[in-house]
């Protein structure tokens, strides 16, 4: 089964950029859709980007041109580069794998989720 680990959050500005990296240390992960949620405190989580077992991509409207996601098959690891960041996009973010191929925008349709990587965009 997947075993995720996010990494590479921090602390940055408006304006700044950031690459996020999931890897998979399960090496379960290949075929299957993945995606990037993430939560702010009193939120509930948020699609944020996915891509299929084919590699269809899919985005939030909030970051749509702004943020891509991709994956790495030969290093079973999921990123997520993210752009122009706001104030906003601050939250927890996690990733998260499915057992089947085809994307789904519900949280509760992923089976497997990292522990999640704090990112904080200041104004």
């Known amino acids: 089964q997947a075993q995720l680990a996010e990494s590479g959050g921090g602390v940055v500005q408006a304006g700044d950029s950031l690459r996020l990296s999931c890897a998979d240390s399960?090496?379960?992960?290949?075929?299957?859709?993945m995606a990037w949620f993430r939560q702010a405190p009193g939120n509930r989580r948020e699609w944020v980007a996915g891509?299929?077992?084919?590699?269809?991509?899919n985005y939030g409207d909030s970051v749509e041109g702004r943020f891509a996601i991709s994956r790495d098959n030969a290093k079973n690891t999921l990123f997520l580069q993210m752009n122009s960041l706001k104030p906003e996009d601050t939250a927890v973010y996690y990733c998260?794998?499915?057992?089947?191929?085809?994307?789904?925008?519900?949280?509760?349709?992923?089976?497997?989720w990292g522990q999640g990587t704090q990112v904080t965009v200041s104004s």
């Open positions: 399960g090496r379960t992960s290949r075929n299957v859709a």
């Open positions: 891509i299929s077992g084919g590699g269809t991509t």
């Open positions: 998260a794998a499915r057992t089947v191929w085809y994307l789904s925008r519900r949280a509760d349709q992923y089976d497997f």
